[in-house]
């Protein structure tokens, strides 16, 4: 397949495309540039998604630290339950909303790769944004596993941190991004990530490199790897699958004869 | 604008013109994508054939023809099993249905206003009593709980079969991966007086936030194809 059908003039990257691309190259494949559904359940996002709504909600219209609106939002949303609560909580005993001179939340950045080629535009959402003692403070919501000790090793975390950038740089902030772990059984988030201009920089050229390869890639070979393969979204129809299963599309091939026919 | 090309509305910029970025709408408004930026369309692939081969199947009056779905060797493996997939979807949905597909293009002008209306609305069949019906085709891929189309959709619909189906008018939406559907049946002439009557609002709406046309750096700048010349990205 050419990489000129494959993709735009102007490779998007996002955080999740880019941990894809970093887990399996034809996980990117497959699911952003062949538009692929699914054909393997992966674990809900419900909750996740709820938590991040419902702090949205919270700061938007007051405080995670007043304990009565907290239960106001929840209850007018009809989420008012343990858990939920519970993830609030948490993340109330890190905000930093008390001492910020400003704030965002949910809030999309972007930013353009022009030169040396190839160019790509990185975007990203944030769950929220705070800035205070010459920190521009940016939070990102997690309510899954830990995988990893520290956020600068996080694959995911380095586009969020590319398009950061420039809004730190054009404050006069420095940038700190942190990864908040909502979930009870996490007793410690990963060790945040202050990212200064050579870092950035470096960043930057990562990405470049990635796009490259991206440009450079004919055959789109998955890791082929049991234990990258058994989780992925793709794994039954997957060319170059380690652990084929079920496929849960309710209508497929009968065999994999079929599929590699 | 290219020429005398008329501006060009589409379902996706009558749902997100509100909270597009300005300069991306004026441009996608103008449908000037000759000299924007090129985009893949690799992700279409499924989605296209096996809305043409369902054309295909149903070129002449009668039942579809399972053998027009050839399976295209040309994709990828992965494409290659949702297309079978799709396939035998759609010939589970519509297998028993006698009709003729008919061809109704991309676009319908709407002269009062001054724009055209750019969607593919699906597949156009004419059954064996001469009712009109509306195949939309979703190949997968949507969040459970996700509505199977929505009041633009419809009203969509409405206006692009304007002369084919003036007096009735039936909108089957087939996920023909998870084998869901949905059916509407609007009564045709006041639906499609409101159709009218709601385009005309948004199309005045739309080019008024387009002629703002300031660009704003954000998630809209995802898939943009107009990024050359962008201010939000000239640093």
């Not at chain 1, 007018?76 to 939920?84: I, K, L, M, P, R």
């Not at chain 1, 909303?97 to 999309?108: I, N, P, V, W, Y």
């Not at chain 1, 596993?145 to 398009?163: K, L, M, P, S, W």
């Not at chain 2, 009203?155 to 002369?163: G, I, K, M, P, S």
Request: a negative charge; glycine letters at 6%.
């Amino acid at each position: 397949m050419a990489a000129s059908r494959l993709l735009p003039d102007i490779v998007s990257v996002t955080p999740s495309a880019y941990e894809d691309f970093t887990r399996c190259p034809r996980l990117l494949y497959c699911g952003t540039l062949l538009g692929v559904p699914a054909s393997d359940p992966a674990p809900s996002s419900d909750h996740g998604l709820l938590v991040h709504d419902m702090l949205w909600k919270i700061h938007t219209s007051g405080s995670c630290h007043d304990d009565a609106h907290v239960a106001d939002v929840l209850a007018a949303h009809g989420f008012d339950t343990a858990s939920v609560r519970d993830s609030i909580a948490r993340h109330a005993r890190r905000c930093p909303s008390q001492a910020a001179q400003g704030h965002a939340h949910e809030h999309d950045f972007a930013r353009f790769h022009r030169a040396p080629a190839p160019m790509f535009m990185a975007t990203a959402r944030i769950d929220a944004v705070w800035v205070h003692d010459g920190l521009l403070d940016a939070r990102d919501y997690k309510t899954g596993r830990r995988f990893t000790e520290r956020v600068a090793d996080i694959a995911a975390a380095h586009v969020q941190a590319f398009t950061l950038g420039n809004a730190a740089r054009a404050r006069g902030l420095r940038l700190r991004l942190r990864y908040e772990y909502l979930q009870a059984e996490v007793d410690e988030d990963p060790e945040p990530w202050e990212v200064d201009d050579d870092t950035l920089a470096d960043v930057e050229e990562e990405l470049r490199a990635a796009v490259a390869r991206m440009w450079e890639g004919d055959d789109w070979r998955g890791v082929a790897d049991a234990d990258v393969c058994r989780t992925c979204r793709y794994r039954s129809i997957c060319r170059d699958s380690a652990a084929p299963g079920e496929p849960s599309w309710p209508v497929l091939m009968e065999s994999r004869d079929d599929l590699d026919r | 604008m290219d020429g005398e090309e008329l501006p060009q509305v589409t379902p996706s910029l009558l749902r997100r013109a509100d909270d597009l970025c300005r300069r991306r709408l004026a441009h996608e408004l103008r449908g000037g994508k000759r000299h924007a930026n090129r985009s893949s369309d690799m992700r279409f692939a499924v989605s296209n054939r096996i809305e043409a081969d369902a054309r295909l199947a149903q070129s002449t009056p009668g039942a579809p023809e399972p053998r027009a779905f050839v399976e295209p060797e040309e994709l990828p493996p992965e494409q290659r099993a949702l297309y079978r997939a799709a396939a035998r979807g759609y010939l589970a949905e519509f297998g028993a249905s006698p009709a003729r597909v008919v061809d109704l293009g991309w676009r319908t002008p709407l002269a009062a206003l001054g724009v055209e209306l750019v969607a593919t609305i699906g597949i156009a069949a004419e059954l064996d009593g001469g009712e009109r019906e509306l195949r939309k085709l979703i190949v997968g891929g949507r969040r459970g709980g996700r509505p199977m189309s929505d009041a633009v959709d419809e009203r969509v619909a409405l206006l692009r079969t304007e002369q084919w189906a003036p007096h009735n008018l039936r909108i089957v939406t087939v996920d023909v991966i998870e084998h869901r559907s949905s059916v509407t049946t609007p009564e045709v002439e006041p639906a499609r007086a409101e159709a009218h009557e709601w385009m005309s609002a948004r199309v005045a709406t739309l080019l008024e936030l387009a002629s703002d046309a300031r660009p704003r750096a954000g998630a809209d700048c995802q898939g943009c194809a107009f990024v050359s010349g962008c201010s939000a990205h000239s640093g």
